[in-house]
């Protein structure tokens, strides 16, 4: 089928979630995604921040086709020989202790509720329903099932499905006081996105991250850091609430994990992982040996040397360029990022930009309306982002120059 069968079928065999971009992808190399015309795009979505090491990276496919052909999937009923190195090396690297795994970002989301209301009732046996409450921040993103969603901050997502799980509060952005005078005793955990993705690149500031923790300690809380788009060397740390010397109780992984296949990991310190015993919690295909292998592959590359610092340098690169271009065109209102998580506002929609990017051969994503933001392959160089920024230029220009227009006329 070429692109309007397959789009024309879509559309009446699929449940409509999703509004695509007008491409039938068919392969990927490196930094490049090639559609059924052989037209080639340089990616800065990164299969929405999956693809760090890009695409065919030849480590990844030695071990995907090794592995094929001994195993898919056995349970967990049964050990493999995966999974129990994969938890080690990710606890260590999160400062933690114990691992659970599951399948997507949502899902791992649902599991740290699950465990810190069932640490709460274990603190608290007397009063069963006393400790019920999550903190959620404004204008975060945590995933879509009835769990992680009552803790997804915009409307438009929850509205349809409530009720939603209950005792869900949100607390304003970086508002310290606000954070304070919502900590009830009830409160079992703070869920935060140390820099908000979905949200438009948003960072959380220290004074709030450092007060949701010592809130947390003196309560006997959980601090859930969600690191699935943020984390694993995305901000050129192995995590970014590093970056501001936080220990949280719950770190929660997905996204780039297994190199592309589902494998999501919640990672949690001694006390709170006692909380579940067997049977509470469990996945049918959480932590299966071929996503488990990817993934010992994924962190084994992204710990060699140079692999982070790379990360840190090209992404300090992309930003300046951006603050280059927004120099010379006021219609971008801020630059920001870590590492290689980074957004343009701008002050009009950002559909139309991510529209030509597209036929100019680049893929990016738009979030908040009016947020470019970029998640590209970790492996990206400064020639690419060099390549994108001459071919973001004309597009904003002419943006500005319509703006101009419409405004004097
Ligand atoms: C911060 C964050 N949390 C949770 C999720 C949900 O992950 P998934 O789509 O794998 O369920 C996402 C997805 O974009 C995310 O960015």
Redesign the pocket.
Known sequence: MNFDQIAEVEKRALIPTYDRLPILAVRGEGCYLYDDRGKKYLDFLGG?AVNALGYAHPEILAVLRDESESLLHVSNLLYHPYQAPLAEKLARLAGLDRVFFAN????A?EGAIKLARAYARQRHPAEPCAQVEILAVENS????TLG?LAATWPEKYRKPFEPLLPGVKFVRLNDAAHLRQSFTPRVAAVLV?VIQ??GGVVELQENFLKLAEELCRAHDALLVC?E??CGLGRTGRWFAFQKHGLKPDVVVV??PLAAGLPL?ALIAREEASAAFSPGMHGSTFGGGPLQCRLALKVLEILARPGFLEHVCEVGAYFRAQLEKLRDGLPLIREVRGEGLMVAAELAVPGKSVVRQALEAGFLMNCTQETVLRFLPPLIIERRHVDDLIAALRPILASLSLGERKEVTA
């Open positions: 929405l997507t970002g949502t899902e989301i993103f945590h995933g879509r992680a996105e993705g979905e969600d699935i788009q997905a996204k999501a």
